[in-house]
C-alpha cells in the first residue's frame, strides 16, 4: 500500500493529464483511458488515506493535504460532468458513475467479507490455540499422575524388601 500523499499526487497527476487532453480532442469518449487512470488513482488514494487512519491517523500536515486534495478532485469531475454535458453524452456520464457506485458497493461488500474471513481466522487460531493449551496440560497433568504413581510403587516396593 503507498502512502496517502504519494496516492493523491497520482490523482493530481491524472487530472493535470485529462485537462491537457480534453483541450485537444473532439469527443470526450477518446478521454476513456485516462478516466480509467483518474479513478483508478482516486480509489488508491481513498484507500490509502483509510489505511493511514487504521494505523493511529496522520499529522495535520498531512491531513490537510489529503482534505485538499480530495476537495480539488470534487470539484475536478464537476468540471468533468460539465465536459460530458457540453458534448451531449448526459448518458454516457450517468452510466460512468452508476458503474463507479455499483463498484464501490462491490469493494464495500469485499472489504467487509475480507473482515469477516479475518475475524473467523482469527478466532479459529485462538481456538486451536486453547485446544493446544488444553491437550499439553492434560498431559503434563497425566505425566505428573504417572511420575506419582511411579514414585509411590517405587516407595511401597522399598518398604516391603525392607530397603
Known sequence: MIDPVTALAGIQSA???IKQASKTVDDVASL??????YFNAKSEATKAVVESKKKGGSSMGTA??????????AS???ELQMLF????????W???KARAQAMDVEEAHNARREKEEAAKKKKKDQEQLEITLLISGICLIL????????????YCAKIRCGR
Do not use: C, H, T
Open 32 to 37: 476513456g483511458p485516462l478516466l480509467g487512470k
Open 143 to 154: 505425566f505428573l499422575v504417572y511420575v506419582g504413581i511411579y514414585e509411590s510403587m517405587e
Open 76 to 78: 475536478f469531475e464537476k
Open 64 to 73: 490537510l493535504q489529503i482534505e485538499m486534495a480530495l476537495d480539488q478532485a
Open 85 to 92: 454535458f457540453q458534448a451531449n453524452k448526459v448518458d454516457v
Open 15 to 17: 487530472v493535470k493529464l
Open 94 to 96: 450517468n452510466k460512468i
